[in-house]
Each structure stands twice: as C-alpha cells, then as structure tokens.
C-alpha cells in the first residue's frame, strides 16, 4: 500500500464549478499535512497547510480526518488558472524538519 | 515565503558524464535539505536529506556513490550525478526548510537529460 495515495483523475470540470479531492495515508504517525500545487514542469508549490479544524482560504477549503487518515481539498468557483496537478502531502513526525511524503497527485483541468 | 534557487535550470549532457545541481537558501538558513526525483506523470520521490556538516541519509534504493551529496553550508546543497546515464533524466528538485517555519520551499528544479 501507498504511503500517501490519491485519485489522479484527471478532473475535467467547467469554470465556476466545484471540485473535490481526496487523499488517505497510511501512518498513523504523521504529524504535517499539506497540499500542493504543481503546474506543468515547474516545482511544486505550497497551496494550503491542513489541520484537524478545518482550515480555508479563500475558494480553497482543506479538512484532516485523522481517524480516517483521511485529508481532503475542496476547489469552489473553479478558474481556468486552477488547472495544475494537486499533491496530497504528508510529514512524518519528529523534529521540523521531517521527510515529506508525497501522493502521486491529481490532475485538474478547468476549461471555459 | 522563503527563496530557493537552483542551477543549472537545465542540463543535456552525455552518457558517463558527471553534473553538478547547486541548490541555495536564498533568504535563510537550511540546517537540512532534501533532495527529490521526479519521472513523467510520476510524483516527487525523495532521493535524500542533506544535513550541513555531515553525511547525507540517502533512501533505499539511491545509490550513495552515484549521487553524491555535500552540504558545505547552511545556504548551500549540491548533488552530483556521477557517471549520468540516460536512464537517470529526470527533474530533479531540492527543497529547504528554515527554523521558523514548519515548511518546505522548494527549489524551481534542475531538468536533466542524459543523451
């Protein structure tokens, strides 16, 4: 099993819509979780931090369900400029430092 | 957020070649950094954890003499890909975490291309 696995889709979706993704891991023990976006051939990029809360910004709204290891990255509104890659991400506990886990990453793409 | 620069952007070089990746903290100090792999359509593998002042922690299956890795300083990473075949292009990518911040910043990427 994965450590980190997610739908790679790809998602197709018109502008305006909503999108949802979901993502599991597998180690009780992670401690960080994150979401990233990575447009095509360039690095990835911090998109949100997810906490236990719930956190939001802005169309983007991230959830951690750690019972469930479950993390998951609602998309509201979509934009053209939304289309990327998506990358569920995991910290492995320990000091600040700690390796990062990442998902295989789902595909978006938003058209007009 | 935090700055990390890599260099060269972009490399084609031959078969049984050796290339240099520099990564730097532009705008902070990175005790440890890592360094990641990443193949077509496939995520971010990570190659290695580069401490400054020691020995890099490579994953199984890295070849620690193939991709050698110095961390000279708190700003400064490099891994070189020792005897490149074409087998190892690939986007490589560093990335840096700074002690105020619970993140990751990653490097804009070295791609690779071993003819």
């Known amino acids: 099993r994965k450590e980190v696995e997610q739908d790679p889709g790809p998602f197709n979706v018109p502008e305006g819509a909503t999108v949802a993704f979901n993502c599991t891991y597998s180690n009780s023990a992670s401690q960080s979780f994150f979401w990233y976006r990575q447009d095509c051939r360039k690095e990835p990029k911090l998109l949100m931090s997810?906490?236990?809360s719930g956190n939001e910004d802005g169309r983007f709204t991230a959830q951690l369900n750690r019972a469930s290891q479950y993390i998951s990255l609602l998309i509201r509104d979509s934009k053209l400029s939304d289309s990327a890659t998506y990358l569920c991400?995991?910290?492995?506990?320990?000091?600040?430092?700690?390796?990062?886990?990442f998902g295989q990453g789902t595909i978006l793409t938003v058209h007009p | 957020g935090a700055v990390v620069s890599q260099h060269p952007s972009r490399v084609i070089c031959k078969s049984g070649t050796s290339v240099k990746i520099e990564c730097r903290s532009l705008?902070?100090?990175?005790?440890?950094m890592f360094w990641y792999r990443q193949f077509p359509k496939q995520s971010l593998m990570l190659m290695a954890t580069s401490n400054e002042g020691s020995k890099a922690t490579y994953e199984q299956g890295v070849e620690k003499d193939k991709f050698l890795i110095n961390h000279a300083s708190l700003t400064l990473s490099t891994l070189t890909v020792t005897s490149a075949h074409p087998e190892d292009s690939s986007f490589y990518i560093c990335s840096g975490g700074g002690s105020y911040t619970d993140t990751q910043y990653f490097g804009p990427g070295t791609r690779l291309t071993v003819l």
């Open positions: 991400v995991v910290k492995a506990g320990g000091t600040s430092y700690g390796k990062l886990t």
């Open positions: 997810v906490y236990s």
């Open positions: 705008d902070f100090q990175a005790t440890t």
